[in-house]
């Protein structure tokens, strides 16, 4: 698998920053009937662990609920993940909600200093929870991809318009099992996005291990990176997209840098500088509101009464109401800034515990 982990490191980090958005599908059952969404987010995040530094990495997040023949079922996924994709932690939970037999699965992985740590903890029903515990060596997981970082990587070889041939990728299930994730481009097709009709890419990603049936999806989609429709192979549920919207946003061409390098503020002598520089004027600002606690309490009564009052240029409202403060100037008079009561036909105050 050298070559994913080669494959991972040329996605430079101002590709990813165009793939960070939120988008929520519908989910439709077999026969057209609705009910349900798809949602998955992706956005900057601290990520820290007992012990260890606080890491900036991308926090990668999805919710699939809805309704299989007619008992609810919800999915969940929450993974951070580090800017050349690599997995920090993970954890996945299924349900099945059945009346009188509920199944339940968590999968949860996470970084160790030798390998990743996997827990599978599953319940059915009333009985006590089971867990299994696997461990995987950092020599097997050359260019390991978890789920969430799945989703980036998607949402990359969509803005590209192209998949590598052979890519494939360790990967690692919901039982815990290592397998193989594998990537290509079935072409492109015309698609219903509401009542528009638009070009697709068509990518799949198989899932396959030793112990396991493949699993298999099929998703389309729009230049921008967006998702525009997704099945499992299998499942008789398809997410669609139906926000015609989004449809305005174009992909821009981006030229691949010849050595790109993830940004590490820790290396840069620059960046190091102005983050502690940041960080010591941020204690300081600190220090003087919790030696003057009166500035909480004249700042909440300038809002409340901007918010009341609402005047067309708050500038001049602003010098009338802190006028009284100035100490060369007599103070004014204490009630003048209090709104008027509303007249018949102008709007009322619709201020309900805002202060």
Known sequence: MEAAAKFLKRIGPEELERC????????????????????????????????????????????????LDGVPFCSTLKGYVTMRLETLEQEQHQSLEFAAHPIERRTHMVQQPRGMAVTVSTREGKAEPRSRHFSYGWASLGGLLGEAASLLLLRVLARRRAVPPGLVFPAIDGEGHLGTATYRALGAQRQLVGSAEVEVLVLERAVR????????????????????????????????????????????????????????????????????????????????????????????????????RQPPDPLPFAADFFAPFARRQPPGPPLRLLPQPPTPGSPGLKLSGAF
């Open 209 to 308: 291990t030793k112990e396991g049936v493949p699993v298999v999806w099929h998703s389309s989609f729009l230049p921008s990176g967006r998702l525009a429709r997704q099945l499992q192979v299998g499942c008789p549920v398809l997410a669609v997209l139906q926000d015609e919207s989004v449809l305005s946003e174009r992909a821009e061409a981006e030229p691949q840098p010849a050595f790109p390098k993830p940004l590490d503020w820790e290396e840069d002598a620059q960046l190091r500088s102005w983050f502690l520089d940041r960080k010591e004027l941020q204690a300081s600002h600190g220090t003087y509101a919790r030696q003057h606690p009166e500035l909480a309490a004249l700042l909440a009564d300038f809002l409340q009464a901007l918010l009341l």
């Open 20 to 67: 960070l958005f939120p988008e929520t599908l519908a989910l439709v059952a077999a026969g057209g009937c609705g009910g349900g969404h798809l949602w998955v987010g992706a956005r900057p995040a601290p990520y820290k662990r007992e012990g260890q530094r606080v890491r900036s990495c991308l926090l990668v997040r999805a919710e699939c609920r809805g309704a």
